[in-house]
């Protein structure tokens, strides 16, 4: 299945995730599959699409972020044509 993860940037925080992100990655469990994001223009929000069949996998990823992004996980049907 895939989700469409948006990432809001806590007030204030934004310079400490791009710190984490680029001393980390994303962090990602094995089993989450990272497919491509966007950042929005103020650079606030990320919209992060993955993939996985094991949907308690969030809850390993989310809480290494917890403390600077608030997060909202969305799963997709299909793709409208």
Known sequence: MQYM???T???DCTQQVFDR???KGRMLPVGLIYIDS???DQGNR??????TN???LF???IPQWADIVDFEVIM?????E
């Open 5 to 7: 993860v948006i990432q």
């Open 9 to 11: 940037i806590k007030s």
């Open 21 to 23: 992100f680029h001393k």
């Open 38 to 40: 966007w950042l929005e």
């Open 46 to 51: 990320c919209f992060e699409l993955v993939e």
């Open 54 to 56: 094991d949907p308690s």
């Open 59 to 61: 809850d390993q990823w």
């Open 76 to 80: 997709l049907s299909k793709k409208l």
